[in-house]
């Protein structure tokens, strides 16, 4: 047998939906990764350094921390002096607007005397300067002495004492007043008409001297070297050097923030997730053909890869270590119950690789994310339960544990250094794993998968299909039982995909419930056919795939079992129409094509299973003898004369699989029909004897 052809759209859409696909999650992707400079270090002051021997990697300064830079600042602050405008005019203006409002109304009530020392009054006040009250009680605040005065583009120093506020020059001016009478006059003239102030904040010059004085504390108190040593393992970080190891971490971001190293980094990140997305692509396209050409195989995995990659990316920007939170076992998990195993792993590796760059130890983020993603392969080779996914979540976590802690062993060398906090972090990473559960329900309605958990749903024989079957057509229900046992033997013994064939099988002849009546299987004495011509027969038998095929989309059945359904019997002739036909008419050639099923053949090794299965379980009924020799000779001719008519030539089956599953029906089928010995009747001797004794 060669191997599964495969068909292979070339079409331009095809090709467009795969590269929208690869640069959508390109560019997602490379978005979402980190490009500001990693510090892949974690330390604390009075704790051991847990690395190796670290140098500088560049010159860089030792920046002083926090205390001791504000310390600085508040010392330099002492001598800032806020900037204030001075309007020399301001007091001039508001004198002759005195004096002009004196003559006009001629203030009865102020005398000449009380005018004048209201003039040099307001003469002095507003040349030492009168600001608002609320600035006034903000230099108070910021316990300012002085200020400086702008006048004339020259600052001078001003005392804040010789300043006053509106209210103080007129309270000033009244408890001054040379006597009561002048008192008296004041109080009538309204002088608060007279008092502005003539000093106003310059904010500008204030801010840029205050800026020029912050600018001369210096940031770092001291240089370290390209190359000079910086703590090697096990020595206590010290203050002094808890501060250059800050140093180093600031250095390092300031660097990585450049225009330049952005744009570099960007072209890196680029070029690396771009390769990790064609490695996916050529391996699908090499050794998983079917699912390079299937849409949503490739959709899905590419959708697993970024999802993981994005939510690790959102997870790094807390903590540390806050990416061992996500669920990475999780691209292996979904993928091997949606697919299989070699692509879950082949697309976990790449995911890790691409995660790596995120983690602040790269080495230990792989090792123990590959351990564990090998361990939740291995646990769940076949999602059946619930209780399954509970199971490998828990396993993952001992891995996760086990590796951790010999991990730091060998590195550290030393039980102490265990980090209590990365437990944490894992286990709920394991824990998440539990929502993978619903992850595959969700894709299998987007991307129509059939994972083992809905095949196993499905077989249950009081599913309400199921269930309808038994009760219109319970011999096409028993023999649906029969070809799903030789199924499911047939398929474990060439690793065929034994759950799925089981499960196709109970539905394979779903179509007869329309007429069951005239199906051999479901008849009492009556045969129906009887009545009827060859062409009506032969229409109601190929109904059965049709209906069927109507059947399964109306109850919302996966495509591909509605696939073995139609490929149940693929091309293949009604032996018994057929051949009693061409008997009847010896001279004629039939129409090989009314005769024959729609179709199509099976593409599958499963489906080539049970067409098989179906056809000998069927013709096993109408054997006179079952013997090892006839039981043999029916599965040898029915198998041979499908590959004879090419039922075959489209699926990857092996002539050594064919006869693997030859041999499995043969001894199936013997175990089902063996002969079975006679029970013993139980002798019961007669009871006369003992009636005539009695007499």
Same mark, same amino acid.
């Given at each position: ?75 330099? %602050? ?26 006009? @109304? ?16 307001? /003469?002095?006040?507003? @040349? ?26 020259? &600052? ?54 205050? @800026? ?28 002094? +050097? ?48 079917? %699912?390079?050409?299937?849409? #949503? ?15 690790? &990316?959102?997870?790094? #920007?807390?903590?540390?270590?806050? *990416? ?59 999602? &059946? ?6 199971? +490998?979540? =828990?396993?993952?976590? =001992? ?45 299998? /309605? ?21 269930? /309808? ?34 499960? =196709? ?30 062409? !009506? ?14 059947? #399964? ?6 495509? !591909? ?34 005769? &024959? ?61 064919? !006869? ?10 013997? +175990?089902?029909?063996?002969?079975? *010995? ?18």
């Amino acid at each position: 047998m060669n191997d599964k052809e495969i068909k292979k759209p070339k079409n331009l859409r095809s090709v467009l939906i795969r590269a929208i696909l690869f640069l959508a999650s390109l560019i997602i992707m490379v978005y979402f990764l980190p490009r500001e400079g990693k510090f892949r270090y974690h330390f604390n002051e009075g704790k051991p350094w847990k690395y190796g021997l670290l140098t500088a990697p560049f010159d860089f300064p030792i920046y002083k921390n926090e205390s001791d830079l504000a310390r600085e600042k508040d010392s330099v %602050m002492q001598n800032f002096q806020p900037y204030y405008n001075y309007n020399k005019q301001r007091g001039a203006q508001q004198v002759a607007s005195l004096k002009m409002d004196y003559t006009k @109304n001629s203030y009865k009530k102020l005398s000449r005397k009380g005018l004048n020392y209201l003039e040099e009054t307001l /003469r002095k006040s507003y @040349n030492d300067g009168i600001m608002t009250a609320d600035d006034y009680k903000h230099l108070q605040n910021e316990n300012f002495r002085n200020i400086r005065v702008m006048e004339d583009n020259v &600052s001078k120093t001003r005392p804040l004492g010789t300043v006053k506020t509106i209210r103080q020059v007129y309270e000033y001016i009244i408890e001054n007043a040379p006597d009561e009478e002048i008192k008296k006059g004041l109080r009538g003239i309204g002088i608060n008409n007279y008092i502005e102030q003539n000093l106003v904040p310059d904010t500008l010059t204030s801010s840029k001297v205050k @800026n020029d004085l912050l600018q001369t504390v210096s940031l770092s108190s001291g240089m370290v070297q390209l190359g000079e040593r910086i703590v090697d393992r096990g020595e206590i970080i010290t203050p002094h +050097t808890y501060r250059i190891l800050r140093s180093l971490e600031i250095a390092n971001s300031k660097r990585a923030a450049t225009v330049r190293q952005q744009s570099s980094t960007l072209i890196g990140q680029t070029l690396f997730v771009a390769i990790m997305l064609m490695a996916i692509y050529l391996f699908l396209y090499f050794f998983r053909p079917e %699912m390079y050409h299937r849409h #949503g195989d490739i959709e899905v995995i590419i959708l697993m890869v970024t999802f993981i990659v994005v939510l690790s &990316s959102f997870l790094s #920007g807390f903590r540390v270590l806050s *990416i061992y939170m996500a669920p990475v076992v999780m691209v292996p998990i979904v993928i091997r119950t949606v697919l299989d195993s070699r692509v879950a792993f082949f697309s976990f590796i790449i995911t890790v690789m691409i995660c790596s760059f995120m983690a602040p130890f790269a080495f230990e983020y792989f090792l123990l994310q590959i351990t564990a993603g090998i361990a939740a392969i291995f646990t769940l080779k076949e999602l &059946s339960q619930r209780s399954q996914m509970i199971k +490998t979540a =828990a396993i993952v976590m =001992a891995v996760y544990s086990i590796i951790y802690v010999c991990y730091t062993l060998i590195i550290e060398g030393s039980w102490s250094k265990i980090n209590v906090t990365m437990f944490v972090y894992l286990g709920i990473s394991s824990l998440l794993l539990l929502t993978a559960y619903l992850l595959i329900f969700v894709l299998e /309605r987007i991307f129509g998968f059939v994972s083992s958990v809905t095949l196993i749903e499905l077989s249950n024989i009081n599913a309400p299909l199921l269930r /309808r079957l038994s009760e219109e057509a319970p011999g096409t229900f028993q023999h649906s039982m029969q070809v799903s046992n030789l199924c499911a033997q047939a398929a474990r013994k060439i690793n065929a995909n034994v759950q799925l064939v089981r499960t =196709a099988a109970l539905y394979h002849d779903i179509g007869k419930i329309n007429n069951p009546s005239f199906f051999t299987e479901n008849q009492i004495d009556i045969n129906p056919h009887d009545n009827l011509s060859y062409e !009506e027969s032969v229409a109601i038998i190929k109904q059965h795939v049709t209906d069927g095929f109507i059947i #399964g989309r109306k109850e919302k059945l996966p495509q !591909e079992i509605i696939d073995f359904i139609q490929t149940h019997h693929g091309k293949g002739k009604m032996k018994y129409f057929y051949n009693k036909w061409k008997n009847e008419h010896p001279d004629e050639e039939p129409d090989a094509d009314f005769f &024959s099923y729609p179709g199509p053949n099976p593409t599958t090794r499963e489906q080539a299973i049970l067409m098989m299965a179906d056809s000998i379980e069927a013709a096993s009924r109408s054997l006179k003898e079952y013997s090892g020799d006839s039981i043999r000779i029916l599965v040898n001719n029915i198998i041979d004369a499908q590959i004879n008519e090419g039922m075959y030539k489209h699926t990857p089956l092996t002539f050594r699989d064919l !006869e693997i599953v030859k041999e499995v029906f043969i001894e199936r089928l013997k +175990t089902m029909y063996h002969a079975r *010995i006679s029970y013993p009747e139980l002798k019961v001797k007669p009871k006369i004897a003992n009636i005539v004794s009695r007499k």
